[in-house]
């Protein structure tokens, strides 16, 4: 039997049943804590507390689900790590390659608070292919972002992938899903034949998904043995998100 984690036990006990339940300034009630918004100069989002109550504040003006990831990260460090200040950044809030393990710690409950595995999974079964059209449909049910969906399908998905963020200036960061070796380590450039070059330098917003010979992604000497699936969307800031799927099982073994 699965154990929840606290933030699923935590919904559990509020009876959520439904995506729609995810009530983050409710859910935060629950727990002594206040919601608020104001112009925040040098963060995203904090939380001040004192005792069994606190207060959080989160950037006015933000992107709605970027808010609603923010309010979970500080309901992590509420729970996890309460009588710790914690003023964080916009890079320290779902950014996977963070090296503070508080900050991961944080995003990990938000994950389990905004898609807890209880009401994902079955909904992810309805997604047997991995894309961003069906990471784009989880997030518009679970009122996330693009990259929070995506990091949590890597999670529990079992889909083999790995997920790149690339900027003008190379690879910014990359994670695999757990069936995906070590082994395949990303290639710090963009190869110009990948549609990924297209999305990242172009005017194209997405591509399809489309096979492309492995050795354009990784530079093992046996990569060219084998072709996978890429898909690129834009993301923020000038970068691009680029799904990479392992369909040869020869690439998993």
């Not at 935060?28 to 959080?56: F, H, P, Q, T």
């Not at 609603?68 to 950014?95: K, P, Y």
């Not at 070590?182 to 917003?205: C, I, K, N, Q, Y």
Request: charged content about 25%; some cysteine.
């Amino acid at each position: 039997m699965t154990v929840n984690s606290p933030a699923e036990a935590l919904l559990r006990s509020l009876g959520v049943t439904h995506p729609a339940d995810i009530d983050l300034e409710a859910i935060a009630w629950s727990v002594g804590v206040k919601v608020r918004d104001a112009v925040l100069e040098s963060c995203e989002a904090r939380i001040i507390g004192y005792n069994d109550r606190a207060i959080i504040t989160v950037q006015q003006g933000g992107d709605p689900r970027r808010r609603r990831f923010s309010i979970g990260h500080e309901l992590g460090h509420w729970t996890h790590h309460r009588g710790r200040s914690s003023v964080c950044r916009s890079s320290e809030i779902g950014n996977p390659g963070s090296a503070s393990q508080l900050e991961r710690q944080a995003d990990h409950f938000a994950a389990d608070l905004l898609m807890p595995r209880y009401l994902f999974l079955p909904s992810l079964a309805a997604h047997r292919r991995p894309s961003f059209e069906a990471i784009d449909a989880l997030a518009s049910d679970y009122a996330t972002s693009r990259l929070a969906t995506a990091l949590r399908c890597l999670d529990l998905a079992g889909w083999p992938v790995v997920l790149v963020c690339h900027g003008k200036g190379g690879r910014r960061w990359f994670k695999r899903s757990p069936s995906v070796p070590d082994h395949w380590f990303p290639r710090e450039d963009l190869d110009a034949s990948s549609s990924a070059f297209t999305v990242l330098f172009g005017g194209t917003e997405r591509s399809r998904p489309q096979t492309i010979g492995a050795d354009s992604w990784f530079d093992r000497r046996d990569a060219a043995r084998f072709r996978l699936t890429e898909q690129s969307v834009k993301a923020h800031g000038g970068e691009i998100l680029t799904l990479l799927t392992l369909t040869d099982s020869g690439m998993l073994g």
